[in-house]
């Protein structure tokens, strides 16, 4: 949950970055730094842990200067300590960034750099674009173009400001893809870059947000936007109200909509300091597991409501295929109804993104009784659910305002996938090089779903021809399955359009029955290993005549042919596939519901914490 400010004009730069960081705090607190040019030279101060630190830092020995930048840092790559937090300085002291994201593709940029001479300070991916800046301002090159030649090295989705102490009239930031957005903010002689609006809104109502692939030159006179490719854009200059609550939403009609885009970072914020990519291995330290208390476990039941009921179903498939543990997954409030076999060698895990889930409480309760471990997986951190829990993991996705949830299901997600391979490696149950393919693939994610927002306007269109739908049937399979009754709440929740999800395989024994030109049928059939299964009930829906809407794997000519409209999503590995298929199904319901005029954040008779049975 990282953060980014930054300023250029008159006044000096410290105390409006130090403030601007204070506001962010809550999107990063393991470590903090700004840099300010003073006198031609870059001055920098940062410190591991709360930004207090760092604001001590800074009264001790205090930098001036008109043009600064500065980061709160939720750690990535690299543990929380001074050496690894922003910003990040290159060779020569020249050059200094800050940066949200992953850098996908860092260890082999990082060894071509090593070989050409470049010495490493830190453990983080972000010193690899620092350097690559530097290597393009050696041969000749502007800071604009050096950054902008860097960033097309890249893999991955990304947040980045830049500043030169040799061209100090100029900030550059840049976003690729929905790592964090960037927005700019103008005032008379003076210019302000952030993360997020809170961090700026004192000082002016005047914004432009970055799109995906545009970078900014910013200056003390304004600021010029253009495409990661040089093509010049007019900034689309935006007035944000001073209202909290429209301010919280800055460029989105609903907490919704911007809780979908938010995935890429609460994504990018949920593998951040539990996974080591140089060593391929997960770390969970909160979840307190034992090698002897795994390999002692027999069973694990996994505990949830709704949308979080889900995720865990798909948490069952990557935890037996993984960790070969058995899994059951129960509906928090029939758990404790049907007398379960709970054991001292059973771990009770519950997933709730409040916390304070009456259900999923009780179900934690009865688990407690009876000698079992309990685990869970929360997102309000101090609820009863992490208080209550023997070991957890924090979602990290933030506030989720809207009641229809979005990031709290994705992100259980990846800890699901995380949890399965910790683990398995506890029991032995994979060996090095398998553990890590696995936690290689963890890096591709929050690209993957920028890349599934970044066809948004497809999914549009889709949900325009579908808006008058009364009823609609979604179909899945195996880690998939659960997408497909994920899909149909979200419709139901915010459209009050009638959606059952099913089964694929259920749909001879009574769904079928359903089908005629009326009812959409939404199939979920990427390329994983039940695709020719999936493909088969295509075929048999279009055969009565339904009308065929797939989530399918980009290039797939095959379902192009066969279904009436797709909803593209990357190739992705089988296992961290309902990651990106969701994101489609949420957007779909978002805007047949926005096309429907229906109050999307707060739909009719629900509520966000479900706090009585």
């Known amino acids: 949950?990282?953060?980014?400010?930054?300023?250029?004009?008159?006044?000096?730069?410290?105390?409006?970055?130090?403030?601007?960081?204070?506001?962010?705090?809550?999107?990063?607190?393991?470590?903090?730094?700004?840099?300010?040019?003073?006198?031609?030279?870059?001055?920098?101060?940062?410190?591991?842990?709360?930004?207090?630190?760092?604001?001590?830092?800074?009264?001790?020995?205090?930098?001036?200067?008109?043009?600064?930048?500065?980061?709160?840092?939720?750690?990535?790559?690299?543990?929380?300590?001074?050496?690894?937090?922003?910003?990040?300085?290159?060779?020569?002291?020249?050059?200094?960034?800050?940066?949200?994201?992953?850098?996908?593709?860092?260890?082999?940029?990082?060894?071509?750099?090593?070989?050409?001479?470049?010495?490493?300070?830190?453990?983080?991916?972000?010193?690899?674009?620092?350097?690559?800046?530097?290597?393009?301002?050696?041969?000749?090159?502007?800071?604009t173009e050096a950054v902008r030649a860097a960033l097309l090295q890249l893999r991955g989705a990304h947040g980045i400001v830049v500043m030169s102490k040799n061209e100090p009239d100029k900030i550059v930031a840049a976003r690729i893809g929905n790592a964090g957005g960037v927005v700019i903010g103008l005032g008379e002689g003076e210019m302000y870059i952030a993360s997020d609006l809170p961090a700026i809104l004192e000082h002016t109502r005047e914004m432009v947000f970055l799109e995906s692939r545009q970078m900014a030159v910013v200056t003390r006179a304004g600021v010029q936007v253009s495409t990661l490719e040089g093509e010049t854009i007019p900034p689309d200059v935006q007035n944000v109200p001073w209202d909290p609550v429209s301010a919280e939403k800055g460029e989105f009609r609903h907490f919704m909509h911007k809780e979908i885009h938010e995935q890429v970072r609460s994504l990018t914020d949920t593998i951040a300091g539990r996974v080591d990519f140089d060593r391929g291995c997960i770390n969970l330290p909160t979840m307190n597991l034992s090698p002897e208390d795994v390999k002692n476990l027999d069973r694990i039941y996994i505990i949830a409501c709704g949308t979080a009921a889900y995720a865990g179903m798909v948490g069952k498939v990557l935890i037996e295929r993984i960790a070969r543990i058995p899994v059951e997954v129960d509906i928090g409030?029939?758990?404790?109804?049907?007398?379960?076999?709970?054991?001292?060698?059973?771990?009770?895990?519950?997933?709730?993104?409040?916390?304070?889930?009456?259900?999923?409480?009780?179900?934690?309760?009865?688990?407690?009784?009876?000698?079992?471990?309990?685990?869970?997986?929360?997102?309000?951190?101090?609820?009863?659910?992490?208080?209550?829990?023997?070991?957890?993991?924090?979602?990290?996705?933030?506030?989720?305002?809207?009641?229809?949830?979005?990031?709290?299901?994705?992100?259980?997600?990846?800890?699901?996938?995380?949890?399965?391979?910790?683990?398995?490696?506890?029991?032995?149950?994979?060996?090095?090089?398998?553990?890590?393919?696995?936690?290689?693939?963890?890096?591709?994610?929050?690209?993957?779903?920028?890349?599934?927002?970044?066809?948004?306007?497809?999914?549009?269109?889709?949900?325009?021809?579908?808006?008058?739908?009364?009823?609609?049937?979604?179909?899945?399979?195996?880690?998939?399955?659960?997408?497909?009754?994920?899909?149909?709440?979200?419709l139901k929740e915010i459209s009050y359009i009638h959606a059952e999800g099913y089964p694929a395989g259920e749909m001879k024994h009574g769904p079928i029955a359903l089908i005629d030109s009326e009812i959409p049928v939404v199939v979920v059939a990427p390329q994983d290993p039940w695709y020719d299964k999936m493909f088969s009930q295509i075929e048999q829906a279009k055969a009565r005549g339904g009308r065929v809407i797939a989530v399918a794997t980009e290039g797939d000519e095959r379902i192009s042919a066969a279904a009436d409209h797709i909803l593209w999503v990357p190739e992705t590995p089988w296992m961290l596939s309902p990651v990106t298929t969701v994101i489609p199904l949420q957007l779909l319901a978002y805007h047949i519901a926005a096309l429907r005029g229906l109050d999307i954040d707060q739909p009719r008779n629900l509520a966000k914490s479900v706090t009585v049975e």
């Open 333 to 490: 409030s029939e758990f404790r109804y049907r007398d379960p076999i709970v054991n001292e060698n059973t771990a009770v895990l519950a997933i709730t993104q409040s916390g304070e889930t009456a259900d999923t409480l009780a179900a934690m309760e009865e688990g407690r009784q009876k000698g079992a471990a309990l685990w869970a997986i929360v997102n309000a951190i101090g609820s009863q659910a992490m208080r209550l829990a023997d070991g957890f993991i924090s979602m990290q996705v933030g506030p989720e305002i809207g009641v229809a949830s979005t990031k709290a299901y994705t992100a259980p997600l990846v800890d699901l996938y995380m949890l399965a391979v910790r683990l398995a490696e506890l029991r032995g149950e994979i060996n090095e090089w398998e553990r890590k393919g696995l936690v290689a693939d963890l890096r591709l994610v929050p690209d993957l779903a920028g890349r599934c927002l970044d066809r948004e306007g497809e999914v549009e269109r889709v949900a325009s021809a579908l808006v008058e739908a009364r009823s609609a049937l979604y179909l899945g399979r195996g880690v998939n399955m659960p997408t497909a009754y994920e899909g149909a709440l979200k």
């Open 1 to 143: 949950m990282c953060g980014i400010v930054g300023y250029i004009g008159e006044k000096d730069a410290t105390p409006i970055v130090l403030n601007g960081l204070k506001r962010l705090e809550y999107r990063g607190y393991d470590s903090a730094g700004l840099a300010i040019l003073e006198n031609g030279h870059i001055e920098v101060r940062r410190d591991a842990g709360k930004l207090s630190r760092l604001a001590a830092l800074v009264e001790e020995s205090p930098p001036h200067g008109q043009v600064g930048i500065g980061h709160t840092r939720w750690a990535t790559h690299g543990e929380p300590n001074a050496d690894n937090a922003h910003p990040h300085l290159g060779m020569t002291g020249d050059v200094v960034l800050v940066h949200n994201g992953i850098v996908e593709n860092y260890l082999e940029l990082k060894d071509e750099l090593k070989e050409n001479g470049v010495v490493f300070t830190s453990e983080t991916d972000t010193e690899v674009i620092v350097h690559l800046v530097e290597q393009h301002l050696e041969a000749g090159e502007t800071l």
